[in-house]
C-alpha cells in the first residue's frame, strides 16, 4: 500500500523522520506492506517543496543543515507554504495520504499545528504529529473531525516521545478505564532539579541545559510548567475525556527558590519532581511535589520521564522512559504510521 | 462475530476469567463486535463439560466454589477430560474458536498444558493461555505451528499478569528490536526481600506468603526462582529469539542465607532483588542482585513487578506492575481474546 506524505515543520525531528523512514523502508514494506513517498516538504523559514512523484527528503535534509534552502531541492515550484503542501496532498491518489505535523509547539493557541491538522483532516488525510498543541488545546474537535472524515488523528510524539503512552492503552488495554494519572513527563525540569540536588545552583543549570539544546531557547515553556501542563491537558483529553485546555491545568512551575527546597528535601529522604496528575473529571495538576524515595517518580533522574495510570482492571501501570532524544521522537511518528496502515486493514477487513 | 470458548482449567484464574468476561460482555460486542460462548470447560478434579449451545460458566464457577462438581452444572455428559472438550471445540462452526488454557505451571515439562495447545492449534483453534510453559519450554514449535494452522498463540498472562509487556511490543514498538531485558518478575520473593529488608526471617517471611495465597505451596518454584526461570525463557524466547527452555537458565535462588545479605545492602544504600536478565544471544540468569538505589528495580516493593526493555530505537522502555492479582491475570486472557478479534480483522483486510 503507497502512501504519500507531507512534512510540515522540517526542524530536527521532521529531519530525523525523513531520516528514520529511509532506514526502515526495507522493515515496512515487509512486515506491514507499507511503501512511503514524501510529496512535501513545508518550512516556516526555508521554503516549502511539492512534487507529485516523490521529493528527496534525506537529500532536503542535508541540504537545509548545510545552510542551503528548500527551493535547491530540485523539485517543482508553484507551492508557497504549508497550506498548499496540505491541498496538494489532498490531491494524491495515493491510498493513504498522511500529513506529518512537526511544528513546534505554541502555547498561546496552538498555531499554525491546529489549521494544519484540521485543514488536512478536513480534507480527509490523515494526520500524525509530534506537537502536544492540537490534542492538548483542541481533542474533542480534531478527533471529531477526523472520526467524520473516516481517517485518524494520532499523536504518540506529544508525550514522552517515542515511548508508548496512548498507543499503549489503545492497543494493549482495551476495555480497561483509566481513572487517573501521576507522572513526570518533561526533562528539562527534572534534570534541572537532579541537578539542583547534586549542589548546582538554578541559573547555570538551567544554562547547561540550552546550551546542550535540552531545554527551550524560551525557558519558561520548560521551567515555568507549560510544556508540562501541554502534556498534563492531553492526556486528560485522551485518557480521562476531560475537554481541558493547557490553560485549565492548574499550574506551579520551578525557579531558583526550588534550589534549598530540593536539598532540604534530601536530608528528609525525600526528592522533590514536577508532578502531572489529574483525577477522571477533575482539573489536571502540574507542580513540584515533595515525593518519599519509595514513590516511583522520586527515584527518576535526569532525562527519565514515566507516567503511573491508574486503571479500573490491573491498578496501577506505569511506563518509563529511561532515555529520551531526536529518534525517540522521530520514531513516535513512525508509530502512528503503522498504526494507521494497520488500521486501514480491520477498517476493510470488518 | 461469536467466538467458542473451551476453559481448560478452571482454578482461580480460569474462573475469574468466566467472570471478567460476562462483566466485559457489552463492551466487547460494542468495541470490537465480539461474542464470546463458552461451550466447555475442562479440570483435572471436578470433571468436563462440553455443549454445543454454550454452557453457563459463571454458573459453574460458583457451584465449584460451593464444593460441587461439573456434572452439576447440567450440561449433556459426553466428555470425560481436557482432550475431549478440545476436539469438541475443534468441531465448532463458530468463526473463532479459542482454548483458554489456564492449567498450573509443570516446571518439568509444561504438561498437560504443553499438550493442550499443541492439540488446539493443530486442530487450527486459536490459544491464549495464562500458563508460561508453553512459551518458555516450546515457543519455537508452538508458534511454528500456530503459523502453519493460521491461528495466533497468545500468552500475555505468562508475565507480570495482564500487564502488556508481549502486546506492548507487538502492538506498540513496531519495527523496534530488543536487545536484552533485566526484571523483577516474581512477586513472592520480591515480597520475601522487602519483608527481610524490614527485619523479619526468612521462613516466617515465606509462610505468611504461602498463608497469603500469593506463594505456591510448592516453595520452591519461587524461592529456587523457577518461576523467574520460566519467565526469563519466556520473555528470551519471544523478545530475543533464545529458542531456551527454563533449564538453560543460570538460576540461583533466596533462601534463609538472603537475610543477612539483604539487610547489609541497605547499609550500603543498596536493595537485594531477584533479576531475571538476559541479552540476544545469551544465557538467560536469574539471581539476585544487589542493586544501587537509583537503579529503578531496586524500588520495587512488595508485590510490585518491572521490566526494563533495551531496545534499539528507544534506549531503555520500562513497563511496570505496582498491583497484581487475579484480575489482572484473568484480563490478560480477555486482552489476548481481543488481540485475536482484531486480528482476524487485519488478516480479512489484507
Known amino acids: 500500500m503507497l502512501a504519500d506524505l507531507a512534512l510540515v515543520g522540517f526542524g530536527h525531528v521532521g529531519r530525523r523522520f525523513a531520516r528514520l523512514l529511509d532506514e526502515r523502508r526495507e522493515a515496512l514494506a515487509r512486515d506491514f506492506d507499507l511503501t512511503c513517498r514524501v510529496t512535501g516538504i513545508a518550512t516556516r523559514r526555508h521554503g516549502a517543496i511539492y512534487n507529485a512523484g516523490g521529493v528527496d527528503a534525506v537529500g532536503a535534509a542535508g541540504l537545509l543543515e548545510a545552510g542551503g534552502t528548500l527551493a535547491e531541492a530540485g523539485a517543482p515550484a508553484g507551492v508557497t507554504g504549508s497550506h498548499d503542501v496540505i491541498v496538494r496532498l489532498a490531491e494524491s491518489p495515493a491510498a493513504l495520504r498522511v500529513l506529518v505535523e512537526t511544528t513546534t ?20 488525510c490523515h494526520v500524525v504529529t509530534a506537537n502536544k498543541g492540537p490534542v492538548a488545546f483542541a481533542y474533542r474537535e480534531l478527533s471529531a473531525l477526523a472520526e467524520g472524515s473516516g481517517v485518524r488523528f494520532l499523536f504518540e510524539g506529544a508525550v514522552m516521545d517515542g515511548v508508548p503512552v496512548f498507543n499503549l492503552v489503545r492497543e494493549t488495554m482495551p476495555t480497561v478505564r483509566i481513572e487517573g494519572f501521576r507522572g513526570v513527563v518533561n526533562s528539562t525540569t527534572n534534570h534541572i532539579l537532579t541537578a539542583l540536588e547534586n549542589g548546582e545552583a538554578f541559573a547555570p543549570a538551567l544554562a547547561h541545559m540550552q546550551a546542550e539544546g535540552i531545554a527551550e531557547a524560551d525557558a519558561s515553556l520548560d521551567v515555568d510548567g507549560w510544556d508540562a501542563a501541554a ?13 481541558v485546555t493547557p490553560r485549565d491545568v492548574d499550574r506551579t512551575g520551578i525557579g531558583p527558590d ?6 532540604e528535601a534530601m536530608t528528609r529522604a525525600c526528592r522533590v519532581r514536577l508532578v502531572a496528575s489529574a483525577r477522571r473529571g477533575s482539573r489536571p495538576i502540574v507542580r513540584p511535589e515533595e515525593l518519599p524515595q519509595d514513590d516511583l517518580l522520586a527515584g527518576l533522574r535526569g532525562m527519565a520521564n514515566a507516567l503511573i495510570l491508574d486503571t479500573d482492571t490491573l491498578g496501577r501501570v506505569v511506563i518509563c522512559q529511561l532515555d529520551g532524544g531526536l529518534t525517540h521522537t522521530a520514531y513516535a511518528l513512525l508509530s502512528d504510521l503503522i498504526a494507521i496502515r494497520k488500521g486501514c486493514a480491520v477498517a476493510a477487513g470488518v
Open 105 to 124: 509547539l505554541d502555547i498561546g493557541a496552538a498555531e499554525p499545528a491546529r489549521s494544519h491538522v484540521r485543514i488536512a483532516l478536513t480534507a480527509r
Open 231 to 243: 502534556k498534563a491537558a492531553a492526556l486528560a483529553n485522551v485518557l480521562l475525556d476531560g475537554g
Open 258 to 263: 526550588t534550589a534549598s527546597w530540593a536539598r
